[in-house]
């Protein structure tokens, strides 16, 4: 599908483990995982298994972190001065 077609489509409602760690960062997403703030929704079976995420959960860990906190610990604690 071309670039300007994908464009044009909304934004999918997951996102592969790949497109979290790109995201987010994969210790960020192993931290969020740890703490319960992120889990997969799927996972493709085969050798190969890809696990899915839900776009919001992604974007809500990141929102959280934006606003000061971080997975696993307590909020004063991650708050930047």
Same mark, same amino acid.
């Given at each position: ?6 464009? @044009? @489509? =909304?934004? =999918? ?25 992120? #889990? =997969? ?7 190969? #298994? /890809?696990?899915?995420? #839900?776009?919001?959960?992604? #974007?809500?860990? /990141? ?7 971080? =997975? ?8 930047? @001065?």
């Amino acid at each position: 599908m071309s670039r300007a077609r994908m464009t @044009l @489509l =909304p934004a =999918p409602e997951h996102v592969t483990q790949a497109d979290a760690d790109a995201l987010l960062h994969k210790q960020v997403r192993v931290d969020a995982e740890r703490a319960g703030w992120l #889990r =997969p929704c799927a996972q493709k079976p085969g050798q190969r #298994r /890809s696990l899915f995420y #839900r776009t919001f959960d992604v #974007r809500e860990v /990141s929102r959280r972190i934006a606003e000061g906190e971080y =997975p696993g610990v307590a909020r004063e604690a991650s708050a930047v @001065l």
